[in-house]
């Protein structure tokens, strides 16, 4: 049983800073990608940042700059470190972990205040 478990979620004023973490655990097999997506009200689910084995970061435009993602290997971990939220990162929040397939967490709500 494989299993996602995200934390760190919650709301914050705008210029404020969250990281949220998300820790895999289960047979995932050899993790490839580990990645976060976002789905506001009313819009599609986007790719916020991803980290793919051997690669560098790949980041939105919307959140360059401002958003770091990082994986502690040893623990199955990823995180996303966001400063300087606006209101538009408002969002459920998803990791995603590729291993044998994809696997997606439960989601974490994100809401920014002006």
């Known amino acids: 049983q494989v299993q996602l478990v995200e934390s760190g979620g919650g709301l914050v004023q705008a210029g404020g800073s969250l990281r949220l973490s998300c820790a895999a655990s289960?047979?995932?097999?050899?993790?490839?990608?580990m990645a976060w997506y976002r789905q506001a009200p009313g819009k599609q689910r986007e790719l916020v940042a991803a980290l793919t084995s051997g690669s560098s970061p790949n980041y939105a435009d919307s959140v360059k700059g401002r958003f770091t993602i990082s994986r502690d290997n040893a623990k199955n971990t990823v995180f996303l470190q966001m400063n300087s939220l606006k209101p538009e990162d408002t969002a459920v929040y998803y990791c995603?972990?590729?291993?044998?397939?994809?696997?997606w967490g439960q989601g974490t709500q994100v809401t920014v205040s002006s």
């Open positions: 995603m972990v590729v291993g044998s397939r994809a696997y």
């Open positions: 289960g047979s995932i097999g050899s993790i490839n990608v």
